[in-house]
T-cell receptor
Framework: EAQVTQNPRYLITVTGKKLTVTCSQN?????MSWYRQDPGLGLRQIYY???????DKGDVPEGYKVSRKEKRNFPLILESPSPNQTSLYFC???????????FGAGTRLSVL | RKEVEQDPGPFNVPEGATVAFNCTYS??????FFWYRQDCRKEPKLLMS???SGNEDGRFTAQLNRASQYISLLIRDSKLSDSATYLC??????????????FGTGTRLQVTL
């Protein structure tokens, strides 16, 4: 089954404790991205990657890091989480030649 | 002005009603348009693409008005299962490039008995 898998689905952590949210897709998509979704603000892109070892900032990259060492994986790293990073996070992927995007099920993060 | 604007709603409609949402976009160079559906606390999923001539998929009809820079979604014979948030998505260029998808904040629809 074609899918985007992100883990964990729920995470409660404390300020400053480094965390990683994993994302994996099995559709051989070149393009992957991370979004956060907050009430009233909609989906905002954090980082994106057009291929292995190619990453770039989205609209709200501060406080986040990503890496793309393999085509299928695109982890999101919060080196020192803060309460304003409490949000619902989605990983997404698509083919470069098509604009139809597939989303993971989401990770609900709370930073205390 | 936001790149993509939607009325947040909620639109509360009885089952069987016809309901329409509009979405306006600010970038006149926008080329590709989509409607996504998002159920509460779930991931967005593609509902339908929007073509220049308008297109229909069952009870759903999407229209594009380039002159006024808006797209619309019409839902006929609303079902309880249509209750969700509908996201308007716009991209600046057509396929072939890694163009950015810009999402509206969504319009919430609640269909009631």
């Amino acid at each position: 089954e074609a899918q985007v898998t992100q883990n964990p689905r729920y995470l409660i952590t404390v300020t400053g404790k480094k965390l990683t949210v994993t994302c994996s897709q099995n559709m051989n998509h070149e393009y992957m991205s991370w979004y956060r979704q907050d009430p009233g603000l909609g989906l905002r892109q954090i980082y994106y990657s057009m291929n292995v070892e190619v990453t770039d900032k989205g609209d709200v990259p501060e406080g986040y890091k990503v890496s793309r060492k393999e085509k299928r994986n695109f982890p999101l790293i919060l080196e020192s989480p803060s309460p304003n990073q409490t949000s619902l996070y989605f990983c997404a992927s698509r083919m470069l030649a098509k604009n139809i995007q597939y989303f993971g099920a989401g990770t609900r993060l709370s930073v205390l | 002005r936001k790149e993509v604007e939607q009325d947040p709603g909620p639109f509360n409609v009885p089952e069987g009603a016809t309901v329409a949402f509009n979405c306006t976009y600010s970038n006149s160079a926008s080329q590709s348009f989509f409607w996504y559906r998002q159920d509460c606390r779930k991931e967005p999923k593609l509902l339908m693409s929007v073509y220049s001539s308008g297109n229909e998929d069952g009870r759903f009809t999407a229209q594009l008005n380039r002159a006024s820079q808006y797209i619309s979604l019409l839902i006929r014979d609303s079902k309880l299962s249509d209750s969700a948030t509908y996201l308007c998505v716009v991209t600046p260029r057509d396929t072939g490039t890694a163009s950015k998808l810009t999402f509206g904040t969504g319009t919430r629809l609640q269909v009631t008995l």
